[in-house]
């Protein structure tokens, strides 16, 4: 990762522009082509270094609900686990916890009442128990990672 791969992270996390050609906006801020700073974001998700590109909506102005769950998954099932998890489009992301609930992630539905039914469809394709946790209160932190 160079200088020009940690300047556009940095910027997708909050300094990412708005306007027609956002790609050619950042590639004149950051000394490079706009077919390169496509090709950078393309490589970044390819290679791992990013799990996700695009906005985050709120969904519960929309009328959804995000969910917080938790799953304690077997050592020997979590990587198999992860995947199965990862493959619902409605799991925003997915991260390990050194806990009895090791795996924790968060569910995203267009319409609150959707979640029970994720819930239930993740039990079956995983065979384990998940705990949902849905938001009570909100609240702004503005976290950034700067690399």
Same mark, same amino acid.
């Given at each position: 990762?160079?200088?020009?791969? /940690?300047?556009?992270?940095?910027? $997708? !996390?909050?300094?990412? #522009? ?9 590639? %004149?801020?950051?000394?490079?082509? %706009?077919? *390169?700073?496509? !090709? /950078?974001?393309?490589?970044?998700? @390819? ?7 695009? #906005?985050?909506?709120?969904? %519960? ?13 077997? *050592? ?13 489009? @409605?799991?925003? =992301?997915? $991260?390990?916890?050194? =806990? ?13 009442? !959707?979640?029970? @039914?994720?819930? !239930? /469809?993740? @039990? ?6 998940? $705990? #949902? ?6 609240? $702004?932190?503005?976290? /950034?990672?700067?690399?």
């Amino acid at each position: 990762m160079d200088s020009i791969d /940690r300047d556009l992270i940095n910027r $997708y !996390q909050g300094d990412f #522009p708005i306007c027609a050609r956002p790609y050619l906006q950042l590639a %004149e801020e950051v000394g490079c082509s %706009e077919e *390169e700073v496509i !090709q /950078r974001i393309s490589a970044m998700l @390819e290679d791992g270094t990013l799990t996700r590109f695009g #906005p985050l909506y709120d969904v %519960e102005v929309f009328g959804g609900q995000f969910t917080l769950a938790a799953i304690e998954v077997p *050592e020997d099932r979590f990587d198999e686990v992860t995947e199965i998890v990862n493959s619902f489009s @409605e799991v925003a =992301h997915n $991260y390990a916890r050194n =806990h009895q609930l090791n795996m924790w992630f968060v569910i995203a539905c267009e319409v609150a009442n !959707q979640t029970d @039914e994720v819930v !239930q /469809r993740i @039990e079956q394709a995983t065979g384990l128990k998940v $705990y #949902p946790f849905p938001k009570e209160k909100e609240f $702004y932190i503005n976290l /950034r990672f700067d690399v």
